[in-house]
């Protein structure tokens, strides 16, 4: 099922988009998340999108649809999708590839949205002042009527009284997409296959933020380092690399290499009785992978790696409440070398720089999500 929002700021495109992504398993996506994305990327495409924003100047037509109906071919969204912020023009509108099934218009007016938009909006931002609020309302409705007979001619249109609760809106939009419809699309987008998502990276890269990330989403999260950490803890040791190798190799000395994935192999089977999906935070060896890709043959196992520069590693490592020596070269090299993290690392399916804000970690981490999710 494709299908698009179409409204004024403030209409609750966002909110009615977040809420049918969770209802029908679908991916929800505005225009800008997808422009964000592509200018984060070292391409050509990539530069031409972050020059061209950065300039304050609109991307042409013709490349806005370029971009976003291959962006929209990608595997993630080959069953569907909700796009918000697309097409804002007749002419995208008529050359946008992707059949859309049902084209949502959250009808408000202005003085409505405007109302909402200063009470939810920050005072801080250039962009959500009072002004400029009004200019991009303006700009909406000098393009919106063309779009809308466009998709009403088509009989696509479905148009809901966006002054309604969010409840009484939703349920419109329900209403109006057809039970029938609901039913097929979930039954269509259950996910067949169980997957690991498998997080590595040295220490200080964000696996810990990132498998917090996840949990919020309500995966579950098994901890491969927390065996390690308690069996510490019991025995009231102090956390350093001395003891952390010490405790590691024994380990592995009983184990073998792949220690932590035999030690955690009964907690991830329970994991994934319950869950389609379930997260590893730092998984390390080459072997811990290869041991549980033997044990877990039916299930997909994605190797997610984080990176992020040495110094700015060190910086976050040594900032941590708890365990904040553990960090430097000697400790990069047990692990890449003597634990031989190095080639999990290198098979990765999925490769994130952690070297920027909070912000864009989460984009990418939600763009693994999406994939793993939806494909």
């Known amino acids: 099922m494709k299908l698009v929002l179409i409204g004024i700021q ?51 037509d013709g490349k806005v649809i370029e971009i976003v109906n291959d ?24 050359e946008f590839k992707n059949n859309v099934d049902k084209v949502i218009y959250l009808k408000l007016s202005d003085r409505e949205a405007i109302w909402r938009l200063v009470h939810r909006e920050s005072k801080d931002r250039q962009d959500e002042t009072l002004p400029a609020i009004k200019k991009r309302i303006e700009l909406f409705h000098k393009y919106a009527d063309d779009i ?57 890269v964000g696996k810990t ?5 996840y949990a919020k989403k309500g995966l579950p999260v098994i901890s491969f380092g927390k065996i390690i950490n308690d069996y510490i803890d019991n025995l009231k040791l102090e956390h350093t690399e001395t003891i952390h190798k010490k405790i590691r190799e024994s380990f592995r000395k009983k184990y ?24 590893i935070d730092g998984m390390r060896s080459w072997e811990e992978y290869i041991y549980l890709k033997n044990k877990f043959s039916k299930v997909k196992i994605y190797i997610l790696a984080i990176y992020a520069d040495k110094e700015l590693r060190y910086q ?15 400790r990069d090299i047990n692990e890449l070398i003597g634990i031989n993290m190095g080639p999990t690392i290198a098979f ?21 999500y999406r994939i793993v999710y939806f494909s």
């Open 71 to 94: 962006y929209l071919s990608r595997p993630e969204y080959r069953r569907g999708y909700i796009l918000d912020g697309f097409p804002r023009t007749l002419k995208q509108a008529k």
């Open 256 to 279: 073998g290499q792949a220690a932590l994935a035999i030690l955690n192999e009964k907690k991830i089977q329970e994991a994934l009785k319950k869950n389609m999906i379930v997260v």
């Open 148 to 204: 809308l007979n466009y998709y009403q001619k088509q009989g696509k249109l479905a148009i809901i009284d966006g002054k309604k609760s969010i409840k009484e809106v939703n349920q419109e939009i329900l209403k109006n997409i057809g039970k029938q419809l609901i039913k097929n699309q979930i039954k269509a987008w259950q996910r067949k296959q169980k997957a690991i998502i498998a997080i590595v990276g040295l220490p200080g």
């Open 316 to 330: 976050r490592t040594a900032k941590r409440k708890d365990r904040y020596h553990l960090y430097g070269e000697q």
């Open 10 to 60: 403030g209409a609750g495109k966002s909110t009615q988009g977040n809420l049918l992504s969770r209802q029908l398993n679908l991916p929800y996506l505005s225009t800008g998340h997808i422009f964000r994305e592509i200018a984060k990327e070292k391409t050509k495409l990539g530069r031409y999108v972050k020059e061209t924003m950065n300039a304050g100047i609109l991307i042409p």
């Open 209 to 213: 933020v990132a498998a917090e990330y």
């Open 348 to 368: 990765a399916d999925f490769f994130i720089k952690n070297n920027f804000s909070l912000e864009q970690f989460y984009d990418k981490l939600e763009e693994v």
